[in-house]
T-cell receptor, first 112, second 112 residues
């Protein structure tokens, strides 16, 4: 069964901490994405990557950075966590052939 | 105006009812249309994938695209309590590296 695996389901961090969210896919997909999902706002794209060591800003990149050192792994970094970054974070991947995204189960991050 | 509009619901129906979920969009370049189902505290999963106009059926689910009206629908026949979830529409102009544009989702509740 093909998968996108996010390292944590639930995470609680303190304001100002550096936070790493990890995502690994086993489908040899070229494209990977990070979204956050908030009630009433839907899915908002933070960053995406079409290739190793390549990254593109999405709609809301402020306060975030990403790293893609290997094809299968895409990490989201919150440089200095703030309470307004409390959210559900979703990683997704897709192939060059398209056919939609495969999502991970999500990480619910709470910043206190 | 958002590129993709979707009624947030909630939509509450009795078991066995036919459910109609809809999205409208403004970008006439969209050619690829998807429906995702998202259970509470989980990541979205791809339900239906269609290209251009027309209908596609998969079991109790039918996806319909009307490009002339910029309107897509998902019909669920013989709805079950297990169909209770949030349904997100998504679309793009190209299959491969194009970012998906998501609706905000419609919450569906099917009661026994």
């Amino acid at each position: 069964d093909v998968k996108v695996t996010q390292s944590s389901r639930y995470l609680v961090k303190r304001t100002g901490e550096k936070v790493f969210l990890e995502c690994v896919q086993d489908m040899d997909h070229e494209n990977m994405f990070w979204y956050r999902q908030d009630p009433g706002l839907g899915l908002r794209l933070i960053y995406f990557s079409y290739d190793v060591k390549m990254k593109e800003k999405g709609d809301i990149p402020e306060g975030y950075s990403v790293s893609r050192e290997k094809k299968e792994r895409f990490s989201l970094i919150l440089e200095s966590a703030s309470t307004n970054q409390t959210s559900m974070y979703l990683c997704a991947s897709s192939s060059l052939q398209g056919h939609g995204y495969t999502f991970g189960s999500g990480t619910r991050l709470t910043v206190v | 105006q958002k590129e993709v509009e979707q009624d947030p619901g909630p939509l509450s129906v009795p078991e066995g009812a036919i459910v109609s979920l809809n999205c409208t969009y403004s970008n006439s370049a969209f050619q690829y249309f998807m429906w995702y189902r998202q259970y509470s505290r989980k990541g979205p999963e791809l339900l239906m994938y269609t290209y251009s106009s027309g209908n596609k059926e998969d079991g109790r689910f039918t996806a319909q695209v009307d490009k002339s009206s910029k309107y897509i629908s998902l019909f669920i026949r013989d709805s079950q309590p297990s169909d209770s979830a949030t349904y997100l529409c998504a679309m793009s102009a190209f299959a491969s590296t194009d970012k998906l544009i998501f609706g905000t989702g419609t919450r569906l509740q099917v009661f026994p």
